[in-house]
């Protein structure tokens, strides 16, 4: 019953910025895990970044992959039953579809991720 709606993607110029949002509806998130991966043309998933459950109490501790450090930001709002993920100074490498996924703890293994979106395309272009 658990469905993932990514939104804000979009074309941006390189070092713009772009906030993705990955709304949840008929379970709430708060004892969730819930993680980023990309997708660009004729490459492998990835795992982009992730924040763990905080076990509802609201933020829990958050993993990036190393090619996005310092440039993107991972939040949530279980009230909002809501979790972003703010891109800033984006390069070209970082055009792909953005997915969420919901499971109980972090990873960077697509595998382990029960639940999924449909992706939001991002493109860095000038």
């Known amino acids: 019953q658990l469905q993932l709606v990514e939104s804000g993607g979009g074309l941006v110029q390189p070092g713009g910025s772009l906030r993705l949002s990955c709304a949840a509806s008929g379970v709430a998130l708060d004892y969730y895990a819930i993680g980023w991966f990309r997708q660009a043309p004729g490459k492998e998933r990835e795992g982009v970044s992730c924040i763990s459950s905080g076990d509802g109490s609201g933020d829990g501790n958050t993993y990036y992959a190393d090619s996005v450090k310092g440039r993107f930001t991972i939040s949530r709002d279980n009230a909002k039953n809501t979790v972003y993920l703010q891109m800033n100074s984006l390069k070209a490498e970082d055009t792909a579809v953005y997915y969420c996924?919901?499971?109980?703890?972090?990873?960077?293994?697509?595998?382990?991720?029960?639940?999924w979106g449909q992706g939001t395309q991002v493109i860095v272009s000038s």
């Open positions: 996924a919901v499971d109980n703890y972090c990873s960077s293994d697509v595998e382990a991720f029960r639940s």
